[in-house]
């Protein structure tokens, strides 16, 4: 006793009732749509509708349909759709990271046996630092472990073996042979992970030369402190024995001339004594002065 549009979803009753217009405007038509429609509950069902026009039938004359619920089905298209734009989302921003990511590469390896590996991902920074495309380096691998230094190889493949074993976090640093020769320092930092019964490494590579340009700077200027420091020390050593050298003149000579009996020309002998250890003393000074205002 109710009118079929009363149960209809209101977000689809216009489209509801051009369908079935169109239907009963054309002869025999069929067509079939997807609408929404409340339950007894009250709650609201996705229903697949296949409509018959048979108005012309004389024994009918009216709609023949076919009603098929499908909410179980549009769930799941739903989640699919919404699944699909999430990896879309993902990929959007791994490509938004790999091209910023301008000093390193990321990447995804597996192992196939002890000495073949095969890049399943790589970015595109690969070019720029191992001068080969993606799919080069998917097809052989050797194309980048080929250019790690052969000093660095075998630190490199131990820390991999140990954090194997336990499944950690793989890192370490070494040298790389760039495709015009050079060398660069690179930075690894890996997971391993079981896919399929084959172990792969999903990690980045950084390019580090500038830190460690930076750290040999370091290091250079540390020894060269170090070793300002043992000459400064080796300076005030020597400045106490050339100052304690006339001033134990100075003071001895000073105590020589305190002696009764002294004769004329002994006294003046001692002063003259005294007075020359005073200028030696007075240079040194001047000498550490003058040090001391060039280090300002």
């Known amino acids: 006793g109710e009118s079929t549009w009363d149960t209809v979803h209101p977000d689809d009753l216009k489209s509801a009732q051009k369908f079935v217009g ?3 405007m054309k002869p025999h038509a069929t067509g079939t749509t997807e609408i929404r429609y409340k339950r007894k509950d009250g709650k609201y069902v996705w229903i697949e509708i296949t409509l018959v026009n048979l108005l012309s039938d004389p024994d009918i004359n009216g709609l023949l349909g076919n009603y098929h619920e499908i909410t179980e089905r549009k769930q799941v298209e739903k989640e699919l759709i919404e699944a699909k734009e999430k990896a879309e989302d993902s990929e959007r921003q791994l490509k938004l990271i790999n091209d910023n990511f301008v000093s390193g590469m990321i990447y995804q390896v597996a192992m196939l046996d002890e000495d073949k590996r095969q890049f399943n991902y790589i970015s595109e920074n690969v070019n720029k630092l191992y001068g080969c495309t993606v799919q080069e380096a998917k097809e052989n691998s ?4 080929g250019k790690l230094h052969p000093d660095d190889i075998n630190g490199l493949v131990e ?3 140990e954090a194997l074993k336990k499944m950690s976090i793989f890192k370490t640093e070494c040298r790389v042979i760039n495709p015009d020769g050079s060398i660069r320092w690179a930075y690894y930092l890996s997971q391993p992970r079981i896919i399929k019964g084959i172990v792969c490494w999903d990690g980045i590579e950084v390019d580090i030369t500038e830190r460690k340009q930076i750290e040999l700077e370091l ?3 540390k020894e060269k402190a170090e070793e300002s420091d043992q000459l400064k020390s080796a300076f005030l050593a020597n400045m106490s024995h050339e100052i304690r050298t006339p001033m134990n003149g100075i003071l001895g000579f000073a105590s020589l001339l305190k002696k009764p009996n002294l004769s004329g020309d002994e006294q003046k ?6 007075e020359k250890a005073g200028e030696r003393m007075l240079n040194i000074i001047n000498d550490i002065v003058n040090i001391s205002t060039i280090e300002s």
């Not at 002998?269 to 005294?274: A, L, Q, R, V």
């Open 22 to 24: 169109e239907i009963v």
């Open 142 to 145: 050797n194309l980048i472990y």
């Open 159 to 161: 820390k991999e073996k």
């Open 219 to 221: 290091l250079k200027a």
């Open 269 to 274: 002998e001692y002063i003259k004594i005294i």
